[in-house]
T-cell receptor
Framework: AQSVTQLGSHVSVSEGALVLLRCNYS??????LFWYVQYPNQGLQLLLK??????LVKGINGFEAEFKKSETSFHLTKPSAHMSDAAEYFC????????????FGKGTKLSVKP | GAGVSQSPSNKVTEKGKDVELRCDPI?????LYWYRQSLGQGLEFLIY????????KSGLPSDRFSAERTGGSVSTLTIQRTQQEDSAVYLC????????????FGSGTRLTVV
């Protein structure tokens, strides 16, 4: 069965500090992996995606994620947090190639302290 | 329109009443998806429509939930005899095709059943 686990429902960092949001997946076939961000009262926006090309993928707003097959992980990082990064972040998996459904993690709410 | 539009943005209803949630996808998008976002539960897939094909209803939680898409454009999600556990944010997304990285999400309808 395919699943996505996000470790930590809440993460708090200081402005300028490293952001690390953890995502582990389980999939019997090579997955496509995604990170989405949701700002308050808004829909989800795609941050970045892994689709079996480069294992280190760069997204919008300075975020990047590295696909590590040996660790079944796809953690999201940003070197220096901004106040505007405060939002909820969702890791998602699509195991059906380009077709099929996205399986989402439960989300991690990121708070950024001044 | 420029984005996926959902209405109403907020809905409070009494237990046992029926509700209809509307999604207006981006013009030209053939695929349309409904998700439910419950507190602490992430996003749960409900149903998707692809062109004129029969919808994939595999995610609907009970027979009280139904959805239709008229003319390949606007979709309505109907919940009959609402229960308190139906309280959630209902998100709609659309895409030009089935590729996951092209889905555009609306800002959702927050449903509260009292």
């Amino acid at each position: 069965a395919q699943s996505v686990t996000q470790l930590g429902s809440h993460v708090s960092v200081s402005e300028g500090a490293l952001v690390l949001l953890r995502c582990n997946y389980s999939s019997s076939v090579p997955p496509y992996l995604f990170w989405y961000v949701q700002y308050p009262n808004q829909g989800l926006q795609l941050l970045l995606k892994y689709t079996s090309a480069a294992t280190l993928v760069k997204g919008i707003n300075g975020f990047e994620a590295e696909f590590k097959k040996s660790e079944t992980s796809f953690h999201l990082t940003k070197p220096s947090a901004h106040m505007s990064d405060a939002a909820e972040y969702f890791c998602a998996l699509n195991y059906g190639g380009s077709q099929g459904n996205l399986i989402f993690g439960k989300g991690t709410k990121l708070s950024v302290k001044p | 329109g420029a984005g996926v539009s959902q209405s109403p943005s907020n809905k409070v209803t009494e237990k046992g009443k029926d509700v209809e949630l509307r999604c207006d996808p981006i013009s030209g998008h053939t695929a349309l998806y409904w998700y439910r976002q419950s507190l602490g539960q992430g996003l749960e897939f409900l149903i998707y429509f692809q062109g004129n094909s029969a919808p994939d209803k595999s995610g609907l939680p009970s027979d009280r939930f139904s959805a239709e898409r008229t003319g390949g454009s606007v979709s309505t999600l109907t919940i009959q005899r609402t229960q308190q556990e139906d309280s959630a944010v209902y998100l709609c997304a659309s895409s030009f095709d089935m590729r996951s990285d092209r889905r555009v999400f609306g800002s959702g309808t927050r449903l509260t059943v009292v």
